[in-house]
DNA sequence: CGGTCATTTCGACCGTCATCGAATGATGAC
DNA sequence: GTCATCATTCGATGACGGTCGAAATGACCG
């Protein structure tokens, strides 16, 4: 954990277009709000879509390395990638400043 | 105005779609690299684009407030809007770590 | 097994947008 | 005025992606 990731330029640019949907951007937050794993359920009651289409940014999220997925039987559960985050916002703030 | 903008939702989100264009982002990076005013043409060096693109996408850079436009008879010239930069990614840390 | 629930995949629809050629506008040089 | 140059606008095209219904997958329970 000590360690900052360094993001390639696709990864770089593939995050950036990631985060640019709102309902994306309003899932992470909520993944990023909660100390422990966020059920997959609990993203209905924040963001207001079908299942289909929660699933589809999920996994774009997921594909974007911003979080981790855990599997318990039926159920997903999320907890957010803190390092690539962390190298983002880093990445961002070094191009931007 | 203060040293410190703050960005309304929309703002934010419009901000993050136009950086999410790799041309975009490129061009962006390359008005922060100057000191001085970055002339329109110095673009297609940086750039392969036609010029009809080239000015879609500096009018999409203006619209999310990101750069100001300079013109001087015929040509026209950018510079970073600063304050903005940085209270996106000001934002941005904010939300995401 | 049969049934229910959580999640995913498939397929299609449709809006958004990046792209460029051609035409237009605007400016300056001669 | 005429012409060349820089930049913008217009219109069309094609690709990408968000959306959801319906069907499928997989897991749990009795």
Same mark, same amino acid.
Request: proline residues 4%; hydrophobic residues 40%.
């Given at each position: 954990?000590?360690?900052?990731? $360094?993001?390639?330029?696709?990864?770089?640019? !593939?995050? &950036?277009?990631? #985060?640019?949907?709102?309902? /994306?951007?309003a899932i992470?937050?909520q993944?990023?709000e909660s100390?422990?794993?966020t059920p997959c359920s609990a993203m209905r009651d924040c963001v207001e879509v079908?299942?289909? $289409?929660l699933?589809?940014?999920?996994?774009? !999220?997921? &594909?974007?390395? #911003?979080?981790?997925?855990? /599997?318990?039987?039926?159920?997903?559960?999320?907890?957010?990638?803190?390092?690539?985050?962390?190298?983002?916002?880093?990445?961002?703030?070094?191009?931007?400043?």
């Amino acid at each position: 954990m000590a360690t900052t990731s $360094t993001l390639t330029e696709d990864q770089f640019l !593939l995050i &950036a277009k990631t #985060l640019a949907d709102p309902r /994306r951007y309003a899932i992470l937050r909520q993944i990023l709000e909660s100390e422990t794993a966020t059920p997959c359920s609990a993203m209905r009651d924040c963001v207001e879509v079908s299942p289909a $289409t929660l699933s589809h940014h999920m996994k774009e !999220l997921e &594909a974007a390395g #911003l979080i981790h997925v855990q /599997r318990n039987g039926k159920f997903v559960s999320y907890t957010p990638a803190a390092e690539i985050l962390k190298a983002y916002v880093h990445r961002l703030s070094s191009d931007l400043t």
